[in-house]
């Protein structure tokens, strides 16, 4: 095939922007193929290394993208192939490129709206400021193209303040509606796997609702920092973005089973932003997990920082 027919065909150079979308909707997909046993705690371990390299890659300028490959879907699954083995080929299991690519642009858009919805802030903060030193500047309101009332200039800033306000109502409405999941649909009419769609949705949309359901009303989180948060403060941070998680990846699970009671040991890679300072880091971690009366709960979190890690 001639270059130009591949240049014609190809997405790589333009949907590449979708990369960060494109890792986060696999690691979601590869992390309910694991809980429902269609791939192994290994296979998971081994796409979870590959895809934090590959972010690696990428964010460093190093990641190299191939016309051959068409897409940036393509791209990432044969370098991650490349990186890990057969473990890459399976993470496609149980979906297609239409439902990842329908997915990637979804979660593209809304990272995109929340962009705006913070630009939106930032100019409401500064109409705010520009306001506090002008109180006192009296200019001509008009209705009806007559001059009407005198009014502070700073209460015809407010005004605009006002209507910015109104437009991330509509775009937090063009969020709520944008914030669905095509994953799990497959080509077309979806697939014979027994995929937890409801799973990677609450991963994707960071669901507090499905985490509530998760979290022992007893619970505390101790984070690295030694601070302790129970229930309702850990999920009030959530909401409130005190903590924003883009990424939680766990890996060399070890378990320990007593009657009701299982002990998750492991290692936890986070990326996240706390109050506003993006951070990156990994940690071990121990998870308690109890059965009670309505299925699992998560009990306790003890996490500890990793020196020099």
Request: with cysteine; hydrophobic share 45%; proline share 2%.
């Amino acid at each position: 095939m001639s270059d130009l027919v591949k240049r014609y065909t190809a997405s790589v150079f333009f949907d590449q922007r979708l990369w960060s979308a494109d890792i986060r909707g696999s690691l979601a997909h590869a992390e309910m193929l694991a809980a429902q046993g269609i791939i192994s705690p290994d296979d998971l371990a081994s796409i979870e290394r590959g895809m934090a390299q590959i972010r690696q890659e990428i964010e460093s300028g190093q990641f190299t993208w191939q016309l051959d490959l068409e897409d940036v879907h393509l791209n990432i699954e044969a370098r991650l192939t490349q990186l890990v083995g057969d473990a890459g080929k399976r993470l496609h299991t149980g979906r297609s490129r239409n439902d990842q690519v329908a997915t990637d642009v979804r979660l593209w858009l809304r990272d995109e709206i929340d962009g705006l919805i913070e630009l939106l802030r930032e100019l409401q903060r500064a109409l705010l400021g520009v306001a506090e030193h002008n109180t006192e500047v009296i200019l001509p309101g008009f209705t009806h193209l007559q001059v009407a009332q005198p009014v502070s200039f700073a209460h015809h800033l407010l005004a605009y303040v006002e209507m910015f306000a109104r437009d991330e109502e509509r775009m937090r409405d063009v969020r709520r509606r944008t914030n669905r999941l095509p994953l799990g649909s497959a080509a077309l009419a979806g697939t014979t796997y027994p995929l937890d769609r409801e799973r990677v949705a609450a991963l994707l949309a960071k669901d507090t609702t499905a985490l509530n359901r998760l979290l022992d009303d007893e619970l505390v989180y101790v984070h690295s920092t030694g601070v302790a948060d129970s229930k309702q403060s850990y999920l009030e941070g959530l909401l409130t973005g005190v903590w924003d998680y883009h990424q939680l990846s766990l890996r060399d699970h070890r378990y320990v089973v007593h009657d009701q009671t299982v002990l998750v040991f492991c290692r936890m890679a986070i990326e996240i932003t706390v109050r506003g300072t993006f951070k990156s880091f990994e940690s071990n971690a121990l998870l308690v997990w109890m059965q009670r009366a309505e299925g699992w709960r998560l009990v306790a979190v003890q996490s500890s920082s990793i020196p020099n890690a």
